[in-house]
């Protein structure tokens, strides 16, 4: 099983190239099968993985840059497994539902799609924080092109917002990384940046207070958390279809997963001292968007600020700091990125036919396609939390 990880981080990056090798017409089928390969092999961790053991399993390492001690390290455990699983389904549904939306650069526009793939696998499954941080910085690229190429009449500006806002973030988790290694090296005579070093780095009080408000920050803009939150809808609204499913699918769900490994996982301390910010905040972005929601007449704009609304009780769950707490947060996680790609797929399909994005272009759809309609109606009672969906 040591091989299998790896393969879902570097199948897709074959598959660029076979991608940008072939012709314009079949780089989509090219792709798509590609992204099947991977999501048919990351199903296999379901019954390779063994939920009665702890901590990281199927991890393998081999040294990358041994004068600073980085080292490309994956493992998989609990959390990241239903991570990695949603990421392979995301994007295969999202390329294949890019078959009819995108005609012009559709070679770069697979490619890039799949780069994101294995950046966001790369994510979930590093070991060494080195390379999480590569695999988590290298999201940035794939997803500003896609949403400044592909994207709407504002496109340039909703991709310059979103990389501004999550580099921003991302320059001081650096900070963070850089301290905590220092400061492991010092206790380990030897430069490392394995997580399960700095998991032993012993940190005052001050300490853990400052290095949680680095990386939490990062994560906030990238959940993202009220008032940070003002680039998301910015961008929903301007990405092609395809661009919506995997920033709600997944690029949101990164940040949840570093609030759990990081934030919690390695400043403890802090953690329970930022959690009544942590709970006004997201009580706020609940409340707040939601009520913003209401008054959109867009319908990509809805669906995105009802995502922070959503991503706000992934939050609070989390910082509850309890068992159930952590659980829930990540059954919300998933619940969202399911329903909200499924939402945003349903909106491009009307979107393809009329070129309109308001809600009143949805009147009278269930006269004219009546099983688009019950689907969607599913889709939007579950993202209301319906008794019976996962969103309940």
């Known amino acids: 099983t040591n ?3 790896h393969a879902l981080v570097w199948l897709p990056v074959l598959g660029i190239a076979l991608v940008l090798g072939t012709e314009e017409r079949k780089a989509k089928t090219v792709a798509f099968w590609c992204s099947v390969i991977v999501l048919v092999l990351s199903l296999g961790l379901w019954w390779a993985f063994d939920p009665t053991i702890s901590g990281f399993q199927m991890e393998s390492t081999a040294t990358w840059i041994e004068a600073w001690g980085v080292n490309y390290s994956l493992g998989i455990d609990g959390i ?9 389904f995301s994007t295969s549904l999202a390329i294949l539902g890019s078959f009819n939306y995108i005609q012009v650069r559709e070679r770069a526009f697979y490619a890039l799609m799949l780069l994101l793939e294995a950046a ?34 504002r496109r340039i500006y909703a991709a310059i917002k979103f990389f501004l806002y999550t580099a921003f973030g991302s320059l001081l988790m650096l900070v963070g990384i850089m301290y905590l290694f220092y400061q492991s090296k010092n206790l380990l005579g030897a430069p490392s940046f394995a997580y399960a070093d700095f998991l032993g780095v012993p940190l005052t009080g001050t300490e853990q207070l400052w290095l949680f408000a680095a990386f939490a920050l990062a994560f906030s803009i990238k959940v993202p958390v009220f008032p940070l939150h003002t680039w998301l809808p910015d961008a929903h609204v301007e990405a092609p279809t395809a661009g919506s499913v995997l920033l709600a699918a997944i690029l949101l769900k990164m940040a949840g997963y570093g609030f759990i490994r990081f934030s919690i996982g390695l400043f403890p301390a802090a953690s329970d001292f930022f959690t009544p910010l942590i709970f006004s905040l997201s009580i706020i972005a609940i409340v707040y968007t939601s009520l913003v929601a209401l008054m959109q007449d867009d319908m ?4 995105a600020y009802s995502s922070v609304a959503h991503m706000g009780f992934v939050t609070v769950g989390i910082f509850t700091l309890t068992k159930q707490g952590l659980e829930g947060s990540i059954i919300q996680m998933i619940s969202h990125g399911l329903i909200s790609a499924a939402l945003f797929l349903c909106v491009g399909v009307v979107y393809d ?17 009546p099983k688009y309609a019950v689907l969607f109606m599913i889709f939007t009672l579950a993202a209301l939390g319906l008794p019976g969906t996962s969103g309940f």
């Open 120 to 153: 966001v696998v790369g994510v979930f499954v590093a070991t060494d924080v080195f390379l999480f941080y590569v695999f988590f910085e290298l999201t940035l690229i794939p997803m500003y092109f896609i949403v400044g190429v592909w994207g709407g009449e």
């Open 300 to 303: 990509k704009k809805l669906i």
């Open 80 to 88: 990241s497994l239903f991570m990695v699983m949603l990421t392979t």
């Open 3 to 5: 091989w299998i990880l």
């Open 353 to 369: 036919r009329v070129h309109s994005r308001l809600i009143s272009s949805y009147g009278g759809l269930v006269h004219i396609t």
